[in-house]
């Protein structure tokens, strides 16, 4: 069975969508076949990894509202072990859609229940809001991955995003955990990045990661190319950077062992470049 973890913040602006395709794209590198599951509907996930939102006709929200097998709508990707179960605006009309059913918040469990098995890690990319849809991915996860940035007003919003997360365990998914905060969008340069930091880990200690996504013009770049990061540019701070988070979380979930051979390509390529630059 596969480990799921949405990337929930209600706040927009935060790297959530961001780190949502390049952690995936990075668990797959690794040799864990992921899945990354847009559940936004601006389909952000979407297009970042290589796919037109107006021409997916079988999206997650098929999967949820029309009962669609959600193996009809899984594509694959450009990266190895990568696929994508795509979103478009529709997915805008689901909360209305679902609001008066008896299960409303366990939509989007039944349909991650039918193909987990097919599949080590599941990321889902929630909204910048915390209605029913992002429920729906919470009361599926096993646990959620909070991207807070390294900037002014980082911890606003975040109490209720925690109190929301609380709700969850106790009414709806007991089992739900909390991944990690991880600290995104870092300039090491600017006093209130590093201010923001030390705030950060003294309020939730042992829960931050200890990646840190840094500011990186590549990772601007990689969505307009409807690429990952690791496919637009390997050698770059960004990619290692969430090679690392992948790295932390697989450690933190007893799944790191010997480097895969992939892994060892990887890496060889990686210094290869920043050689060659």
Do not use: W
């Not at 864990?32 to 997650?60: C, H």
């Not at 509202?65 to 009309?93: M, R, W």
């Not at 340069?189 to 200890?210: C, D, I």
């Amino acid at each position: 069975m596969a480990k799921v973890i949405s990337i929930a913040n209600q706040k927009g602006g935060v790297g959530k969508t961001t780190s949502a395709i390049n952690l995936a794209a990075s668990l797959a590198v690794l040799e864990y076949k992921t899945l990354l599951i847009d559940a936004d509907p601006q389909a952000n996930s979407t297009s970042g990894v290589g796919f037109d939102p107006r021409k997916i006709t079988n999206s997650i929200y098929e999967c949820i509202i029309n009962d669609l097998d959600p193996s009809k709508a899984i594509q694959e990707t450009q990266t190895p072990n990568l696929f994508l179960l795509p979103a478009h605006i529709d997915l805008v009309g689901a909360e209305i859609e679902m609001i008066n059913l008896s299960n409303r918040e366990y939509m989007m469990k039944q349909v991650i229940d039918k193909i987990s098995a097919d599949f080590e890690f599941v990321i889902i990319d929630c909204s910048p809001s915390l209605g029913l849809v992002t429920i729906n991915a919470l009361t599926a996860s096993d646990s959620v991955i909070i991207p807070v940035q390294c900037e002014y007003f980082a911890l606003e919003g975040l109490g209720k995003l925690l109190n929301t997360i609380n709700i969850v365990q106790s009414r709806l998914n007991p089992n739900l955990g909390i991944e990690g905060i991880l600290l995104t969008m870092y300039d090491s340069r600017l006093r209130l990045s590093n201010q923001v930091v030390e705030e950060v880990k003294t309020h939730f200690q042992n829960m931050v990661f200890s990646t840190i996504i840094q500011r990186n013009t590549k990772l601007g770049e990689a969505p307009s190319f409807g690429e990952t990061i690791i496919m637009h540019d390997a050698s770059s701070k960004g990619a290692i950077n969430y090679l690392n988070l992948a790295r932390e979380i697989l450690q933190k979930n007893n799944l790191a062992g010997v480097p895969t051979q992939r892994e060892k390509l990887f890496k060889a390529e990686e210094t290869k470049k920043i050689k060659m630059n």
